[in-house]
C-alpha cells in the first residue's frame, strides 16, 4: 500500500468544537505515523491489525466503546476525477471517528485540496463532532459522482438519439456498455448509503439537528433516485429494442410468406411444364411459351391482388423511409 503521493505525511487540523482531524498519508502499515496513533489513540489498534486486510474492500463496523461512545472504523473505495478533469480513477481511504478524532489515511491528493478550501474549511469549522466532519467529506467525494451522472446522461441521451433514428444492430452493445456503467457507480454509492445507515445506528437521535447530515443525506437521496431513474430508463431502452428485434422477425417472416404465396403459381407452372412429358399442352406449338407465361403473370398478379384486397399484405411491401423509428 502506498499514499497517494508516494510520501508519507500527517496533517493536524483542530477546529473550534475541540476536535480535530488527522489527515494521514502513509506508504505501508507498518509506519511510524501509525504506530504514533496507536499510542495516542489505543482503541484504534483492532482497525489497524484489521485494516491491510481492506484492501480493494468496502468496510464499516460501528462499535460503542465502554458500551456508550460511537466508534466507526472502516475503509471505502470511490472514484474520483483525475487531473484531465474527463475520466475517474478509483481511489481508496481508510477512516476512524469517534467523539474527540477523525483520521482519515491515504486520502486522494484531489479530495485534500477540496477539503481545504475555504468552503469546505468553512464547513469543517461548523461542525459539532468528527462524525459531522465526516459527512463533509463523504458529500464532497459524492460531487464527483454527480458529475460522473451527468457524463452518463450525455452518453445515455446519445444512445436515445441513435435508438430512435438508426436502430443499429449494435445499438444493444452501447445499451449494455450504458447498464454496466451504471451498474459500476450503484456498487460504489453503496458505503455512502451504508454511512448513513450506520450513523443512524451508532448516533441515534442526535444527527436530527446535524446540518452536516442532512445535506448528506439529502445529496445520496438526490443520487440514489437518479440513478434508480437511469436504471428504469436502461430497461425501457431495453424492452424497446427487445420489441423493435421481435417486429422485424415478424416483419420478414411476413413478408417472406407474402412473397411466397404470391410466386407460387409460378413455383407451380413451372414445375409442371419442366416435365420431361412429350404431349404436355402447347409444348410444341409457337404461341405456347407466350400463353404460359402470360398465364403466370395473370396468376401472379392475381395472388397479389387477392391477398391485398383481403388486407393481408398491408404495408410489409413498401418501403419506408430511413429516418422513421422501426
Not at 82 to 104: R, S, W
Not at 197 to 207: C, I, N
Not at 265 to 293: D, H, K, Q, Y
Amino acid at each position: 500500500m502506498t499514499g497517494s503521493n508516494g510520501t508519507e505525511s500527517r496533517n493536524i487540523h483542530t477546529f473550534p468544537k475541540g476536535w480535530e482531524w488527522y489527515d494521514v498519508q502513509i506508504d505501508h502499515w507498518q509506519s511510524s505515523r501509525i504506530e504514533e496513533l496507536r499510542v495516542q489513540y489505543p482503541y484504534t489498534a483492532e482497525w489497524f491489525d484489521l485494516a491491510p486486510s481492506l484492501e480493494e474492500r468496502n468496510y464499516l463496523s460501528v462499535r460503542f466503546r465502554d458500551g456508550v461512545e460511537a466508534v466507526m472504523m472502516g475503509t471505502m473505495i470511490y472514484k474520483v476525477m483525475d487531473a484531465t478533469a474527463d475520466n475517474y480513477k478509483l481511489e481508496q481511504f481508510y477512516f476512524y471517528i469517534d467523539n474527540n478524532v477523525l483520521i482519515t489515511i491515504n486520502l486522494d491528493e484531489h479530495t485534500r485540496c477540496v477539503m481545504t478550501n475555504s468552503e469546505r474549511f468553512s464547513m469543517l469549522n461548523q461542525c459539532q463532532r468528527p462524525i459531522d466532519g465526516m459527512f463533509v467529506l463523504a458529500r464532497a467525494i459524492l460531487h464527483y459522482y454527480h458529475t460522473g451522472m451527468d457524463q452518463f446522461e450525455h452518453n445515455l441521451r446519445l444512445v436515445e438519439s441513435e435508438m430512435r433514428v438508426h436502430n443499429r444492430k449494435s445499438l444493444m452493445d452501447d445499451i449494455l456498455t450504458a447498464r454496466f456503467e451504471l451498474l459500476d457507480w450503484s456498487n460504489l454509492f453503496i458505503p455512502f448509503q451504508e454511512l448513513i445507515a450506520a450513523s443512524k445506528e451508532g448516533y441515534h437521535g442526535e444527527l436530527d439537528h446535524s446540518p452536516s447530515f442532512q445535506q448528506l443525506q439529502h445529496r445520496v437521496e438526490r443520487l440514489g433516485k437518479l440513478m434508480h431513474h437511469y436504471e428504469r430508463e436502461i430497461d425501457t431502452l431495453v424492452s424497446i429494442d427487445d420489441a423493435i428485434s421481435a417486429f422485424r422477425g415478424n416483419e420478414i417472416m411476413k413478408t417472406l410468406t407474402i412473397l411466397t404465396v404470391i410466386f407460387t403459381p409460378a413455383t407451380v407452372i413451372g414445375a409442371i411444364w419442366g416435365m420431361n412429358f412429350e404431349n404436355l399442352p402447347a409444348i410444341r406449338t409457337f404461341w405456347g411459351f407466350t400463353a404460359i407465361s402470360g398465364l403466370t403473370i395473370l396468376w401472379t398478379g392475381g395472388m397479389y391482388l387477392w391477398m391485398r384486397a383481403k388486407g393481408w399484405t398491408g404495408d410489409l411491401l413498401r418501403v419506408k423511409a430511413k429516418n422513421k423509428n422501426l
